[in-house]
């Protein structure tokens, strides 16, 4: 009898084990999606945070013919893909396309809807005079105190551990 209740208790606790250590594994190793805003020009980070579909994105920034305001809309899609889906514009001729698609929504203000473009990454120019300025979330965030103008930013979804961004942070020098 004492046999058998000792073999049930090793049989708990390797039962026991096994699962805590699956649970450990899997949360080290589970993907997971980061939305990555980087300067490449000198390499360092502007932000990087989990991403999540339905995340959105504001750049907006100052045409540099017409020097009026233009707002480009980008959306976290479920396939963590970055979604180009609208722009909205002061400029009568900031180059967009769809012109049949375009809505006036103020007084000289332009929207124009429906792009739906996925796309691994975006990347533009950090302007001297245009002063970018990105917003995640309603939440605006730090780009110049990052870049400068001129540099070139890039945008992405990566794939990512628990694991790996801990020795990122372990081992990072930003």
Known sequence: MAKRSIGRKVFVLAGAGITFLGAIVYLVFYPLHILSIEDISNGKTVLERPAKPGDNLWIAFINSVENLPVADH???????KILFTETIFRAPYAGYDRSDQAELIAP?????????????????????????????????????????????????????????ILRKRMFSHE
Not at 74 to 80: K, S
Not at 110 to 117: A, F, H, M, V
Not at 122 to 139: E, I, P, Q, R, V
């Open 108 to 164: 000289g203000t332009t929207k124009i809807s429906g792009y739906d473009r996925r796309m691994e990454a975006y990347t533009f120019y950090a302007g001297d005079l245009s002063k970018h300025m990105l917003f995640l979330n309603g939440h605006w965030l730090p780009l110049y105190e990052v870049a400068q103008g001129g540099d070139l930013i890039r945008v992405t979804v990566k794939k990512s551990s628990k694991l790996a």
């Open 74 to 80: 980008f959306v976290i899609d479920e396939n963590y």
